[in-house]
Structures are given as C-alpha cells and as structure tokens.
C-alpha cells in the first residue's frame, strides 16, 4: 500500500519569511496525484496545490509551490511571503491515478507563524 | 504498526437506507475525525470526538449521527441516504487535538 510521511510534526516560520514542508511517499505506480491540503482551526480541509505525477514542471499557486523529486519520491510545500493566515495544519496527501478512488493521508504538519 | 482501520472498505445502499461506518482508532489515540469526500471535492469535516464527547461539529447533515464509545471506536450513523450521499469517508485519530492526525483508508460509500 501506499504511505506518504511528514516527518515535520511542527513548524514555525518568522512572517514574511519562507518555510518548506516536506513530505515523502512510496508508491509503485507511475500515475498519481499529489496534494497539499491546509486545515484552519474548523478542521476544514482546503486544498492549496495539487500535482500530477506526469508533469516535471512543479506546481506553483501565488505563494505556494512544491518541489516535486519524482525519483525520490519527494513532494515538499514552499510557502513564501509566509502571513499570519498561512498558521495551520498542513497534510501531504496522494491519489491515485490508477484507482482513483483511494486517498493516502501524511499525518500533517503544524505551521506556526511567528508576528 | 497498527492503523487506523475504517469498516466496511465499500458500501453499497439504495436511496432511504441506513448505513453504519466504523472507525477504529490507533490505540491509545483518543481523538476520533470524520471526513467526507465527494467526487472530485476536497475533504469535508463533519464531526469528531475527544474522549468519547463531541469536540467539534462541522458540515454534518442532521440524518447523520455519530459517536465515540468506550473503546474509542467511533461510528457513523447516516440514515434516510441520499444520491448525494455517495462519497469516501474518511476516519482519523489523533492523541489529543493538538497532534498529528493518522487517516484511514477510507470507507466508499455509494448510494443507488
């Protein structure tokens, strides 16, 4: 089966700075998904990036982009300009492309925000 | 290690039945999620539970209900299911509800 693993269970970055959450995953198939889910105090899961397996070119959203290391199987988040509303859990998470249905969840890191 | 492990992994109902979905959390965790993921959606909160009380309360339809017992295992009771119902619910456990949380595989739930 699949595991993604975030071996950052806490983080803090200085506002206005940058900070990169790693995550790693192991699969064995070729066609997946990657996502960055971010988790605000409601617990609500909001999607900040998401990547195909299939493209090099690494997924940016404004002040989010990820290094996506196919080989390595490395997907980390870089969140620049950090802002006090970037304060969250963050999950790494992958699909895939095969099934499509099955979702595997890292189990999150903790970004604080320092004013 | 152990894992949280969500029963059953599929599902399948018609429209207006019941369905029950279980959590079993890692042990030791007393932190229970539910999360429901439609189609092509992001994950929705819908409840959980701290030491077998109701934590937090999210987009949580009134026809379902759930609770944590005194194992920790938590159930999702959802009833009067609709088409729309049809999603991946997902379970997570946590020690206490400041920590990481470990999913579950996720129950598929299809509705017809």
């Known amino acids: 089966a699949q595991t993604v693993t975030q071996s950052q269970p806490e983080m803090s970055v200085q506002e206005a700075e940058t900070v990169t959450l790693s995550c790693t995953y192991d699969?064995?198939?070729?066609?997946?998904?990657l996502f960055w889910y971010k988790q605000p105090p409601s617990r609500q899961m909001i999607l900040v990036i998401r990547?195909?397996?299939?493209?090099?070119q690494n997924a940016t959203e404004n002040r989010f982009s990820v290094n996506f290391q196919k080989a390595a199987k490395s997907f980390s988040l870089k969140i620049s300009d950090s802002q006090l509303g970037d304060a969250a859990m963050y999950f790494c998470?992958?699909?895939?492309?095969?099934?499509?249905?099955?979702?595997?969840f890292g189990t999150g890191t903790s970004l604080t925000v320092i004013p | 290690a152990a894992g949280v492990i969500q029963s059953p992994r599929h599902l399948i109902k018609e429209k207006r039945e019941t369905a029950t979905l279980k959590c079993y959390p890692i042990?030791?965790?007393?932190?229970v999620y539910w999360y429901q993921q439609g189609p092509g959606q992001d994950p929705q909160f819908l409840i959980s539970?701290?030491?077998?009380?109701?934590?937090d309360k999210g987009s949580i339809p009134d026809r379902f209900s759930a609770q944590q017992f005194s194992d920790y295992h938590s159930e999702l009771n959802m009833s009067s299911l609709e088409l729309g119902d049809s999603a991946l619910y997902f379970c997570?456990?946590?020690?206490?509800?400041?920590?990481?949380?470990?999913f579950g595989s996720g129950t598929r739930l299809t509705v017809v």
């Open positions: 990547q195909e397996a299939y493209k090099q």
């Open positions: 539970f701290y030491e077998k009380m109701q934590s």
């Open positions: 998470a992958y699909r895939s492309g095969v099934t499509g249905n099955q979702f595997y």
């Open positions: 699969t064995s198939e070729s066609d997946y998904y």
């Open positions: 997570a456990s946590s020690l206490g509800q400041s920590r990481g949380y470990t």
């Open positions: 042990p030791r965790h007393d932190t």
